[in-house]
Every structure is written in structure tokens, then in C-alpha cells.
């Protein structure tokens, strides 16, 4: 099970940093993928990382801006959010299972699990 969490309301220009924790699942062993999906809008993958950490992907439109890194001590994966601009309003999952992260590509495979999503609301 995976459980994200730290979404909120922040202003443009503004920081949040979202989490996701897993249980019943050992991180270190798995890629994790960020995933959001804005209202009318298809999913789209932002961010991964690999299980060692050695590898990250982040989509252009973020680059430079948000920042993922993992905790396998706590089986927790974290995406630290800068400059928030109001296109990145929307719910954002973690995912994991059989998937690879490939630097400037990103997840490669579908995720067997899902976190339940947490919103992000970038608004003056």
C-alpha cells in the first residue's frame, strides 16, 4: 500500500513537499514514479526515481523546480516542489511495482500499485 500525503494550497512561486510511504511494500527494492493529473486533463508522469537512487527523471515542464529523493530507512519517496507555478494543480499519485525509471525517458512499465493521490493547489 502506497500513501501519499503533504499536498495543499500554496501561492505561486511558493514550496510544498509531497511523500509517499509505503507499507507492506520494501521501497529499496522498486522505482517509484510521480504521477499527476490536472482536472481535464490526462495523467502524466512528472518524476521517478530508481531503487538505488542512482537514476532520476523529471518531465521538462518541471526540471529544475522539483527535486525527488528517497528515504529507504523510512520506505518513504519524497518530491520537493519549488517556484510552484499554477499549471502544477493536480492530484498527484506515487506508483511502484515492475517499473524501471530511465534517466530522460522516465517510468518504463506499468505500476502494479497506486497511492490513493494527494492535491496540490497552486492559487493566489
Known amino acids: 500500500q502506497l500513501q501519499a500525503s503533504g499536498g495543499g494550497l500554496a501561492q505561486p512561486g511558493g514550496s510544498l513537499r509531497i511523500s509517499c510511504e509505503a507499507s507492506?511494500?520494501?521501497?529499496?527494492?522498486?522505482?517509484i514514479g510521480w504521477f499527476r493529473q490536472a482536472p481535464g486533463k490526462e495523467r502524466e508522469g512528472v518524476s521517478c526515481?530508481?531503487?538505488?537512487?542512482?537514476?532520476?527523471y523529471y518531465e521538462d515542464s518541471v526540471k529544475g523546480r522539483f527535486t525527488i529523493s528517497r528515504d529507504n530507512a523510512k520506505n518513504t519517496v519524497y518530491l520537493q516542489m519549488n517556484n510552484l507555478k499554477a499549471e502544477d494543480t493536480a492530484v498527484y499519485f506515487c506508483?511502484?511495482?515492475?517499473?524501471?525509471?530511465?534517466?530522460?525517458?522516465?517510468?518504463?512499465?506499468?505500476?502494479?500499485?497506486w497511492g490513493q493521490g494527494t492535491l496540490v493547489t497552486v492559487s493566489s
Open positions: 506508483a511502484t511495482h515492475r517499473i524501471l525509471c530511465v534517466p530522460g525517458s522516465g517510468v518504463r512499465g506499468t505500476p502494479g500499485y
Open positions: 507492506g511494500i520494501t521501497l529499496a527494492y522498486n522505482a
Open positions: 526515481i530508481s531503487n538505488t537512487g542512482g537514476s532520476t
